[in-house]
């Protein structure tokens, strides 16, 4: 594995690559986790040359406090990535991605308007901002996103689509613990009783998945009842829970409206924010 930690390692190291290569990009936060070797691990059923990149994105974080304390673990990352063979890891400097500060602002599609947008403003399009930067310095023929962020992965779809890039955005499933847990890299943030508690948001989310399928309850009374359960687990505060349409992210009001449905969560684990989704229908 080649460890780029500048802009001018990446130029060298991708022009070493054969001109037909096609790249996989794997961007990530870093604090790696089995979540990320799986995207890892997906890409190379795509292409044989993957680029995963490790970047606290600074302007996709409205609160500071969680960019000061976003888990940082560099070497424990190559080596994860080294034992995934992964081609190339690039990890740069905020200098070598905003040499000047970056003041794009996006056309999201209105995608944003719902779930996290409100609730963290500019975090979307700080997050477009980082891929698209990416996607400039890598040229990828495809990118590999996670599903646990599913309102990032249908924005950056739309954007991506909107603006011409030519990767093709590639979802891959949520990783769970064996106890049910999304993998998030802010886990590790937790104390061992809300790690122990946090279990409950995704045992939540299933049994939703299930009465939807089963009994004869609106969404509105659906995401009453998942919060009661979560909010239930002591150490857990639910901040939200939406029932959207999986394509437009619209809510949704009666199970007609739309053909693919989400249930999407963010809950406080203390100052630990954690987020989850589940397909409804
Ligand atoms: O999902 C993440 O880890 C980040 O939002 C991403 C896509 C790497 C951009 O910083």
């Known amino acids: 594995m080649i ?15 054969s001109n037909d290569c096609k790249i996989g990009l794997v961007p990530t936060m870093g604090a790696l986790h089995q979540g990320h070797i799986s995207l890892v691990k997906t890409a190379f059923q795509y292409t044989d040359t993957v680029i995963v990149t490790i970047f606290v994105n600074p302007v996709q974080f409205n609160n500071p406090d ?6 940082r673990t560099v070497e424990a990352d190559c080596k994860m990535l080294e034992e995934a063979n992964a081609t190339i890891a690039f990890i740069p400097s905020v200098e070598d991605i905003y040499p000047e500060p970056d003041t794009r602002e996006f056309d999201l599609g209105g995608l944003d308007s719902v779930g996290e947008g409100p609730r963290r403003p500019g975090h979307f399009n700080g997050v477009a901002k980082i891929v698209t930067r990416l996607f400039d310095l890598t040229k990828p023929t495809y990118a ?33 613990e064996e106890d049910g847990l999304a993998m998030s890299s802010r886990n590790r943030l937790l104390n061992p009783e ?19 399928g089963q009994r004869e309850l609106t969404p509105v009374e659906l995401i009453d009842i998942t919060i009661k359960e979560i909010n239930n687990t002591p150490q857990l505060n639910t901040e939200y829970v939406e029932i959207v349409n999986s394509l437009t992210l619209q809510p949704v009001t009666r199970w007609e409206e739309a053909v693919e ?21």
Not at 3 to 17: G, H, K, N, R, T
Not at 66 to 71: A, E, G, I, S
């Open 3 to 17: 460890i780029c930690s500048s802009l001018s390692d990446l130029e060298q190291a991708i022009s070493s690559l």
């Open 66 to 71: 969680d960019l000061k304390r976003y888990p």
């Open 144 to 176: 590999f996103f996670g599903e646990k962020d599913f309102q990032q992965l249908a924005i950056i779809k739309y954007f991506t689509q909107k603006l011409g890039y030519p990767p093709e955005i590639v979802p891959c499933p949520i990783f769970r």
């Open 194 to 212: 809300q790690r122990k508690a946090a279990p409950a948001i995704y045992k939540a989310l299933s049994d939703a998945a299930r009465l939807a």
């Open 261 to 281: 449905v989400q249930m999407w969560v963010a809950v406080f684990a203390g100052e630990i924010r954690l987020i989850d989704n589940i397909k409804l229908k």
